[in-house]
């Protein structure tokens, strides 16, 4: 396989096909990881398309259309908030200077990281003409498992909306200042995260949630109140009227809480993704190869985010679900065996070469 990176440091492999000027079919997914584990939330998708062209390999099997394996920089937003934005800049969601200017918690700025590892490329980070984009990743959720189900055919996402809160108020020693004098950045925060998480509870009977992942304040030390705080939050829902509802509580919340404490508050992003966004005939390729090899399968829904959400805006994009034991994820318990990869990846070459061979 060739194999390069672009601006941002998405790195593209790509093996040719009989006719390199068809657009050709991408496999993705990503190898960043969060801080506390996640050793195949991502990096199972990454592997599973290496393993789709060593099959092909072994096999002399050359596709009509050029196959390209891809590891999207930067999905979990983990050091670089938001998430997923090398493979959104690739579709013209984020520009390209936007997030070179991120900065992470402890200083750096995206862009000048990118240097410093040699992966700041030059190809342009712009999605050009794709056939189609295929994505296998661990469920991240108990449901396969716990059905003892071998495989999931992804139809969809939960639509989800988050933001990035910042709010402002004043120093001041915690000792002599009056209650009504103070402007406490750090208890806006805490109130709003709180206050999302009552989201959450309000909407749980449906399964909707509502997550405070992130809370930095400044000088954030005893004997002192902190000036400034970030907040990170989101919600989700299977219904998208209902996630619209959520998203706008969550915004007056912010209001809210840096009212009550004597602040401001600047909502300096949001996102939105989810809903019936992947392409119903490769679901149906997907769905179809589950059914010919006779696995124990299921629709199911995605609840986390993924590159493939992003992807589906520009192409056609399905998703392969493979269960990991008792659906624990984002943590250093992540874990899957190597039988539970047997009917995602069988289904995964069947799928692609049926596209790559149109």
């Known amino acids: 396989m060739s194999v390069d990176f672009d601006e941002l440091g998405s790195i593209f492999a790509r093996r040719d096909g009989t006719n390199n000027e068809l657009p050709p079919v991408l496999i993705g997914s990503h190898l960043d990881t969060q801080i506390n584990g996640g050793r195949f939330d991502g990096i199972a998708g990454v592997l599973a398309g290496l393993e789709l062209v060593r099959a092909l390999n072994d096999l002399g099997y050359v596709t009509k259309r050029p196959i390209i394996v891809v590891d999207w920089t930067n999905e979990e937003g983990a050091r670089f908030s938001p998430p997923m934005v090398a493979s959104g800049c690739f579709v013209g969601q984020y520009e390209r200077d936007w997030v070179y200017d991120l900065i992470a918690d402890d200083g750096p700025r995206f862009g000048d990281e990118l240097e410093r590892i040699g992966y700041k490329g030059d190809k342009p980070c712009k999605a050009g003409a794709i056939d189609a984009y295929f ?192 659906g624990i994820t984002h943590n250093n318990n992540e874990s899957c065996e190597p039988g539970n990869f047997l009917a995602s990846l069988n289904m995964l070459l069947h799928a692609v070469v049926k596209r790559a061979d149109r």
């Open 135 to 326: 994505e296998l990743h661990i469920e991240q959720g108990p449901i396969l498992d716990a059905e003892g189900r071998e495989v999931g055919v992804v139809t969809g996402a939960y639509p989800s909306h988050g933001m990035r809160v910042r709010f402002e108020g004043e120093t001041a020693h915690t000792g002599p200042t009056p209650m009504d004098l103070r402007h406490n950045a750090l208890i806006a925060g805490a109130r709003f995260l709180t206050a999302v998480d009552d989201i959450g509870w309000e909407f749980a009977i449906n399964d909707g949630k509502a997550t405070g992942s992130r809370l930095a304040a400044w000088p954030n030390k005893p004997g002192i109140l902190s000036d400034t705080a970030q907040c990170v939050a989101d919600v989700r829902h299977p219904d998208p009227v209902t996630a619209r509802v959520m998203a706008e509580k969550m915004r007056r919340a912010a209001k809210a809480s840096a009212a009550m404490a004597g602040c401001v508050a600047m909502i300096e992003d949001e996102w939105s993704w989810g809903g019936d966004i992947f392409d119903e005939e490769l679901i149906n390729i997907v769905r179809d190869e589950a059914l010919r090899q006779g696995y124990n399968w299921r629709d199911i829904r995605s609840q986390a985010g993924h590159d493939a959400y992003h992807m589906a805006m520009h192409c056609p994009t399905a998703m392969i679900f493979t269960p990991c034991k008792g």
